[in-house]
């Protein structure tokens, strides 16, 4: 499976973006899809998760609230809707795939590339 993240940029607090995660393959559908994010100097952390079919969402303390994950699997994309933006947000985004949801990056086999978002002040 093969996962390209992209809709990072730079933004004011306060603001929106929504990042897409496009996957290679239809079988995409069948796994359960992952947001992390890293920021300098700083562990890949957990944002947001979802199961493959949709209906259950899962999100960070730091995050519930503001951001919003889903996914459209006629597509093969899961999305990344973030509001209410803050510099602490700051952090490349990556999306992975797995078996089940989970927050640790171990439990995900499959990543896309990152996609940077910048929050300033």
């Known amino acids: 499976v093969q996962l390209q993240a992209s809709g990072g940029g730079l933004v004011q607090a306060g603001g929106s973006l929504r990042l897409s995660c496009a996957a290679s393959?239809?079988?995409?559908?069948?796994?359960?899809v992952g947001w992390f994010r890293q920021a300098p100097g700083k562990e890949r952390e957990f944002v947001a998760a979802?199961?493959?079919?949709?209906?259950?969402?899962y999100y960070a303390d730091s995050v519930k609230g503001r951001f919003t994950i889903s996914r459209d699997n006629a597509k093969n994309t899961v999305y990344l809707q973030m509001n209410s933006l803050k510099p602490e947000d700051t952090a490349v985004y990556y999306c992975?795939?797995?078996?089940?949801?989970?927050?640790?990056?171990?439990?995900?086999?499959?990543w896309g590339q990152g996609t940077l978002v910048t929050v300033s002040s």
């Open positions: 992975a795939a797995g078996v089940a949801v989970a927050d640790s990056p171990h439990d995900y086999e499959y």
């Open positions: 393959t239809r079988t995409f559908s069948s796994y359960a």
């Open positions: 979802i199961r493959w079919s949709g209906g259950n969402a």
